[in-house]
């Protein structure tokens, strides 16, 4: 047993040491796909979770139908690659991806089962939120009100916007006391003034 452990770890270490060399010219360094850029230095599964639509899951399932190496780096990749790539994304049910791993299930147009990246998924969700604004559906208002729409506390967090927290309010009511105080006291002086300036006016005029 212990031999064996032994011999895993040189087999780790060697991988490890293992240094591949690729020329310039066959580097791509921003690569497109799925109508997206791609950073080329990183590992082909993770440089895929990049793009909308495709987690790590669902990119090392892509590699593993494409019969891609995931230890590759995306910079690597051929344009025959990339090409099943988008075939796979195309056609997912021709080639055994399993149903669950699609991201839009019965769509509400055509129900079809199918994985929608980039652009698509925007277009999609755009679809989506337009249909229950037009149906006056309550989660579509909070969506156009700008509001939280997963049942979540709205009175201590998210107050973006024009929102008025209970500390400002309290500030704009003493304000507005203050004001209204302010005003209240200058209309009596007004008045006392005026008063005194008739009483003066009737001495004046019981002197004559």
């Excluded at 055994?96 to 652009?119: A, H, Y």
């Amino acid at each position: 047993m212990g031999l064996l452990i032994e011999k895993r770890f040189k087999e780790m270490a060697e991988a490890k040491c293992a240094i591949k060399f690729v020329d310039e010219k066959d580097f791509i360094h921003v690569l497109r796909v799925f109508n997206a850029n791609i950073k080329g230095t990183m590992k082909v599964g993770f440089a895929l979770s990049i793009v909308k639509g495709i987690g790590l899951r669902l990119a090392h399932v892509l590699l593993k139908v494409a019969r891609i190496d995931p230890t590759k780096r995306a910079g690597e990749l051929t344009p025959t690659e990339v090409n099943r790539l988008n075939e796979i994304v195309a056609d997912p049910k021709g080639h055994n991806i399993p149903l669950w791993l699609f991201n839009r299930k019965r769509d509400r147009k055509d129900g079809t089962d199918s994985i929608i990246v980039s652009n698509g998924w925007d277009t999609k969700l755009r679809e989506d939120l337009e249909r229950m604004r037009k149906i006056r559906l309550h989660r579509g208002m909070r969506h156009m009100w700008g509001l939280k729409v997963r049942g979540q506390h709205t009175c201590s967090t998210g107050r973006t916007g024009q929102t008025i927290g209970y500390v400002r309010q309290k500030k704009q009511i003493t304000t507005l006391i203050a004001i209204t105080l302010l005003t209240f006291h200058l209309e009596i002086t007004f008045e006392e003034h005026s008063r005194k300036k008739k009483k003066k006016k009737k001495k004046v005029l019981c002197v004559d």
